[in-house]
């Protein structure tokens, strides 16, 4: 059974930063896609970024140049670094097996960018 747990999130003020992380189990972490997504109040999910096993990765236009996506294969560990902060980045964020059906989905972890 998959298990995901992420942390990391909290408030920021607009133009802050925040590492969140993710640590994965019951998979053979270093094969599979993982993202992070985001829920909005009142929106649906969205996805955010991926990266694969090889480290290659890919980016909503909305984040693009501000987020980054990496991995630790030996920890089964995958990270969103989030720089310049907006107020429309607000929403709970949540990491996943990109590839899996039904996507497993952990907690996730609230990000709230507020001054």
């Known amino acids: 059974q998959v298990q995901l747990v992420e942390s990391g999130g909290g408030l920021v003020q607009p133009g802050g930063s925040l590492r969140l992380s993710c640590t994965a189990s019951g998979i053979i972490f270093s094969i599979n896609v993982m993202a992070w997504y985001r829920q909005a109040p009142g929106k649906q999910r969205e996805l955010v970024a991926t990266i694969t096993g090889r480290g290659r990765t890919d980016y909503a236009d909305s984040v693009k140049g501000r987020f980054t996506i990496s991995r630790d294969n030996a920890n089964n560990m995958v990270y969103l670094q989030m720089n310049s902060l907006k107020p429309d980045d607000t929403a709970v964020y949540y990491c996943?097996?990109?590839?899996?059906?039904?996507?497993?989905w952990g907690q996730g972890t609230q990000v709230t960018v507020s001054s």
């Open positions: 996943t097996v990109e590839h899996l059906r039904p996507r497993p």
